[in-house]
């Protein structure tokens, strides 16, 4: 048995235990620190969070939260929302908690004017999603990979260090080297965000449906972020910055990753936003990456220039997991076709919270 509860902060330590219970004491999202940035340093607003609670207890039997965003529309302003953290406690499972707070908080967000929501669920909560709330599948964004050091990468994986060096003469087949360059390569820092704000200006019109990627937002997402540390970069060619590219270091599958969360670039600099991706993967080589990774969408400018760089799609059966891009409407004046048509989007990992 529960109820609807609106989310207090006499919730928070609960919403924390049955996370840390879900995914365990050391991830990211079972730490105080983490969750009170998350819901509540966003730029775009406070996590619209709805709870379900036992009412002869008081113990909390599952979540559902969005979190604020600000999409760049055809030209507009518009406000979205990413729903993520969803949970349900095990003995409360089965008693439609999921579908119907979830609900709940698609009203809301409809009363306060978001015009759509959007997800990437795992495999566990994707049916759910399809079936139970409406959500339709824009695509399964492509995972690429390009080993940066074939020999550590086998290593790692298969646990056999000895590997490292039978496999050594493979390294200069993948070797991606820095080339000369006149280009200044500027690591973002919170004293030259303004740099985020004219790159932003310049490619805010590059894609129909974006995430908005000015000052607040990158400051939110890459700069504060606590338990998380990335590299973000720009390239910057005649004093003005063409290019954006954020890394960071984490492990897959025992191997250590040099991932790109956010890569864009202004149309006409191909060849500057090559030069940034070899810049920031240098970098992270150095640091010890065997393997670097980016989610990108297959139409874009951004997927082919990576394509060039050596990066292949990983084959499904190899992905760690689906990446699912789910929409759910809640304005019916916003044009479904338009929507769903993947080519209309750019979207990255920096644009939820796979990394």
Same mark, same amino acid.
């Given at each position: 048995?529960? %109820?609807?509860?609106?989310?207090?902060?006499?919730?928070?330590?609960?919403?924390? *235990?049955?996370?840390?219970?879900?995914?365990?004491?050391?991830?990211?999202?079972?730490?105080?620190?983490?969750?009170?940035?998350?819901?509540?340093?966003?730029?775009?607003?406070?996590?619209? %969070?709805?709870?379900?609670?036992?009412? =002869?207890?008081? =113990?909390?039997?599952?979540?559902?939260?969005?979190?604020?965003?600000?999409?760049?529309?055809?030209?507009?302003?518009?406000?979205?929302?990413?729903?993520?953290?969803?949970?349900?406690?095990?003995?409360?499972?089965?008693?439609? &908690?999921?579908?119907?707070? *979830?609900?709940?908080?698609?009203?809301?967000?409809?009363?306060?004017? +978001?015009?759509?929501?959007?997800?990437?669920?795992?495999?566990?909560?994707?049916?759910?999603?399809?079936?139970? $709330? *409406?959500?339709?599948? %824009?695509?399964?964004?492509?995972?690429?990979?390009?080993?940066?050091?074939?020999?550590?990468?086998?290593?790692?994986?298969?646990?056999?260090?000895?590997?490292?060096?039978?496999?050594?003469?493979?390294?200069?087949?993948?070797?991606?080297?820095?080339?000369?360059?006149?280009?200044?390569?500027?690591?973002?820092?919170?004293?030259?965000?303004?740099?985020?704000?004219?790159?932003?200006?310049?490619?805010?019109?590059?894609?129909? &449906?974006?995430?908005?990627?000015?000052?607040?937002?990158?400051?939110?997402?890459?700069?504060?972020?606590?338990?998380?540390?990335?590299?973000?970069?720009?390239?910057?060619?005649?004093?003005?910055?063409?290019?954006?590219?954020?890394?960071?270091?984490?492990?897959?599958?025992?191997?250590?990753?040099?991932?790109?969360?956010?890569?864009?670039?202004?149309?006409?600099?191909?060849?500057?936003?090559?030069?940034?991706?070899?810049?920031?993967?240098?970098?992270?080589?150095?640091?010890?990456?065997?393997?670097?990774?980016? $989610?990108?969408?297959?139409?874009?400018?951004?997927?082919?220039?990576?394509? =060039?760089?050596?990066?292949?799609?990983?084959?499904?059966?190899?992905?760690?997991?689906?990446?699912?891009?789910?929409?759910?409407?809640?304005?019916?004046?916003?044009? +479904?076709?338009?929507?769903?048509?993947?080519?209309?989007?750019?979207?990255?990992?920096?644009?939820?919270?796979?990394?």
């Amino acid at each position: 048995m529960w %109820i609807h509860q609106q989310f207090c902060a006499q919730y928070f330590k609960q919403i924390l *235990a049955m996370t840390k219970e879900q995914y365990g004491e050391e991830n990211d999202i079972a730490q105080e620190d983490f969750l009170q940035h998350q819901y509540f340093k966003n730029p775009a607003g406070d996590a619209l %969070i709805n709870l379900a609670v036992n009412p =002869e207890t008081d =113990e909390l039997a599952g979540q559902y939260i969005v979190l604020p965003m600000r999409y760049m529309i055809n030209g507009q302003m518009t406000k979205v929302v990413c729903s993520l953290n969803t949970l349900t406690r095990q003995a409360y499972r089965g008693q439609g &908690i999921f579908t119907q707070l *979830a609900e709940i908080t698609y009203n809301q967000s409809y009363d306060t004017g +978001y015009v759509f929501c959007y997800g990437m669920p795992n495999q566990n909560s994707y049916p759910g999603f399809i079936k139970k $709330l *409406a959500f339709k599948e %824009i695509d399964e964004v492509p995972l690429m990979l390009r080993p940066l050091c074939p020999s550590q990468m086998a290593a790692e994986y298969l646990k056999k260090p000895v590997l490292n060096t039978v496999l050594k003469p493979a390294n200069c087949l993948f070797r991606l080297s820095e080339r000369k360059s006149d280009l200044q390569f500027c690591p973002v820092t919170e004293e030259n965000l303004d740099l985020m704000d004219e790159f932003w200006k310049a490619v805010c019109g590059k894609y129909n &449906i974006m995430n908005v990627r000015d000052r607040a937002y990158i400051k939110f997402r890459y700069l504060d972020m606590p338990r998380r540390k990335y590299y973000p970069y720009v390239a910057i060619h005649e004093g003005k910055p063409v290019c954006f590219v954020v890394g960071r270091m984490m492990e897959v599958a025992g191997m250590q990753c040099a991932m790109l969360a956010d890569f864009l670039f202004q149309d006409g600099f191909e060849e500057d936003a090559q030069a940034l991706v070899r810049h920031v993967l240098a970098q992270l080589r150095k640091r010890g990456a065997s393997l670097a990774g980016c $989610l990108m969408l297959e139409h874009t400018h951004e997927y082919r220039l990576l394509k =060039e760089l050596g990066f292949m799609r990983c084959p499904k059966r190899q992905e760690p997991q689906p990446f699912p891009l789910l929409v759910r409407r809640f304005d019916d004046k916003m044009q +479904y076709d338009k929507l769903l048509d993947c080519k209309n989007w750019f979207f990255t990992m920096g644009d939820y919270d796979v990394i």
